[in-house]
């Protein structure tokens, strides 16, 4: 592949206030550098859009940098090297790395990983076998716990961490496992994945619908969502439940406090664990969460969906739709 001499990149224009339009976003085209030493230049071909990404765009202190307006925005891709000065990473390598949301990236040589092509579509890199994977992993066997014979309930259950904790819990012995998700479709796709119990939470309080799945309680909450879900399911667990609180989507958007949950005092009483979960203190299992994923996928024992977006250009308007609930599994976009 010849090196280009221009690229173009997706920059913060302004800061949402609520739910994130276009005009938050700017396309630029810009000069591209040469590599320098121990540097490479990759042309991406995948990139993620993730619900943690929302937060970055306001400027508060998390633990993670919030992004700068005027500035390129990141996140996981994978793409090709094309030019490199680091004698360990030659062109045509295909590499991981987290300068998303642009077309082509110069990186040093310690900020890529290389992965194999051969072994999945390069896009699971970005999913299945990546973050989302591993999030899903470690959330519900650290973070949550999980033991052989709890019954579990996640939300967001159609989502990219959602539908692989659900199939997790189910290959480790759970008795029974129960989603939540936005739509008739994905509670269909939900029960195809062999989740025991599923519903749209459209349909009436949550509450009422865990309870109905649920009727003898739930053991582990893995919560994507929050507010709402999060009230259901304490009312809902057993005694020494456990939640691993992973995200929080309904409120990403919000403007105003959220109410829910209106019920912590039960956690006390019903001795529940409430954990915070963040992949990034969860790397320990990163060894063990490949090899039982690679097993998995090689017997096709887990199913893992993808929506794919194509172009940089639409990359602003698909993390819209993403927090909206447009995507079934991992939300990706096509260079």
């Known amino acids: 592949m010849t090196q280009p001499t221009r690229t173009r990149r997706i920059t913060l224009a302004s800061r949402p206030q609520g739910a994130p339009v276009p005009e938050n976003f700017r ?62 990473l030659s062109v045509g390598a295909t590499v991981l790395h987290g300068a998303g949301w642009r077309e082509h990236a110069l990186l040093d040589a310690g900020a890529v990983t290389v992965v194999d092509p051969e072994l999945a579509p390069e896009s699971a890199y970005l999913g299945v076998l990546g973050m989302p994977g591993l999030t899903a992993y470690a959330g519900l066997m650290g973070a949550a716990r999980f033991q052989p014979g709890d019954t579990v309930f996640v939300s967001g259950a159609a ?8 199939q997790i819990a189910r290959l480790s012995g759970a008795a029974r496992v129960i989603g939540s998700a936005g739509s008739p479709e994905k509670v269909q796709r939900l029960l195809e994945l062999g989740f025991d119990a599923a519903f749209d939470y459209h349909d009436g309080p949550v509450l009422d619908r865990l309870r109905e799945a649920a009727p003898e309680g739930i053991d582990v909450y893995f919560d994507n969502v929050g ?11 057993n005694t020494r439940g456990r939640v691993c609180l992973c995200g929080a989507i309904s409120q ?8 829910a949950p209106r019920n ?27 090899e039982r994923m690679a097993g998995w996928l090689a017997s096709g024992e887990i199913v893992w969906d993808q929506t794919v977006r194509e172009g940089l250009e639409d990359a602003p308007q698909a993390f819209i739709d993403l927090l909206a609930g447009a995507n079934t599994g991992k939300m990706v976009v096509r260079l």
């Not at 000069?31 to 619900?51: C, F, I, K, T």
């Open 27 to 88: 396309l630029e085209e810009i000069e591209l550098p040469e590599p320098g030493p121990g540097q490479v230049l990759v042309a991406n071909r995948w990139m993620s859009v993730d619900p943690y990404m929302r937060g970055r765009m306001n400027d508060v202190k998390s633990y993670v940098p919030p992004f700068q307006v005027d500035q390129p925005l990141d996140g996981g891709a994978v793409g090709e090297v094309i030019a490199s000065d680091a004698p360990e």
């Open 159 to 166: 989502g990219a961490v959602g539908s692989l904790v659900g």
């Open 227 to 237: 507010g709402e879900h999060l009230e259901a399911a304490i009312s809902v667990l």
């Open 252 to 259: 990403y958007n919000a403007t105003e406090p959220p109410a």
């Open 264 to 290: 912590l005092a039960l956690a006390i009483g019903k001795m529940l664990s409430l954990q915070g979960f963040l992949v990034g203190g969860w790397q320990d299992m990163a060894p063990e969460f490949r």
